[in-house]
């Protein structure tokens, strides 16, 4: 079945240290993957998301490439803030039959960032 | 514009009690799904709502939990009778349209005693 692999948490960094996230999965057909963030109290909201191979998400700094042969879709970012602390979800979205679609979470990465 | 809307935020009750959380997904979507997150299990999927639906309720845990959707406005997950091992946050999130990002709830936090 589809899976999604990220990489285990946590992860504690410096203020403007370089990000990476490592997020891969397994999946028939051709997925949309999607990078969730949750902060503190909150709902998951979306973060960026690519729906086909060599697509590049991005938003507020952070970047995602979909990337086929090596069936993975990692999340950078540059410099990160204190504020960019929060837990990680990387998803995918497949077909579960007929026009209905559903998706599937890795375990979430727990990130915190020091000043 | 408003979000996905759940209620109520905190729940806390009795082992054995009847529990109802509440959804209103984003005006014109019409896929919803509920997921429950536990620090042991992460975040899983229960059941999900197509067009008023129910299209895959495999990751609801027992006879205990059932969902309705009785129009594209609203929906509800009940859990009758409650036990301990159900305190979670529950999450309601809904999408337009196929394989398109879902927009999640602020969760409900349901503490079970």
């Known amino acids: 079945g589809d899976s999604v692999t990220q990489m285990e948490g946590p992860v504690t960094l410096s203020e403007e240290a370089f990000l990476t996230i490592n997020c891969t999965y397994t999946?028939?057909?051709?997925?949309?993957l999607f990078w969730y963030v949750q902060y503190p109290g909150e709902g998951l909201q979306l973060l960026l998301k690519?729906?086909?191979?060599?697509d590049k998400g991005s938003n507020k700094g952070f970047e995602a490439t979909y990337r086929k042969e090596t069936t993975s879709f990692h999340l950078e970012k540059g410099s990160v803030q204190v504020s960019d602390s929060a837990v990680y979800f990387c998803?995918?979205?497949?077909?579960?039959?007929?026009?209905?679609?559903?998706?599937?979470f890795g375990k979430g990465t727990l990130l915190t960032v020091n000043p | 514009d408003a979000g996905v809307i759940q209620s109520p935020r905190h729940e806390v009750t009795e082992m054995g009690q009847e529990v109802t959380l509440r959804c209103k997904p984003i005006?014109?979507?019409?896929?919803l799904f509920w997921y429950r997150q536990t620090m042991m299990r992460g975040l899983e999927l229960l059941i999900y709502?197509?067009?008023?639906?129910?299209?895959?309720d495999s990751g609801m845990p027992e006879d205990r939990f059932s969902a309705k959707m009785p129009n594209a406005s609203f929906s509800t997950l009940k859990i009758q009778p409650s036990e301990p091992r159900d305190s979670a946050v529950y999450f309601c999130?809904?999408?337009?349209?196929?394989?398109?990002?879902?927009?999640f709830g602020p969760g409900t936090r349901l503490t079970v005693l």
């Open positions: 999130a809904s999408s337009l349209g196929q394989g398109i990002a879902q927009f």
């Open positions: 999946a028939t057909g051709y997925p949309s």
């Open positions: 690519a729906t086909k191979a060599d």
């Open positions: 998803a995918l979205s497949t077909n579960s039959g007929g026009s209905n679609y559903k998706l599937t």
């Open positions: 005006s014109g979507h019409n896929s």
């Open positions: 709502f197509n067009n008023n639906v129910p299209i895959d």
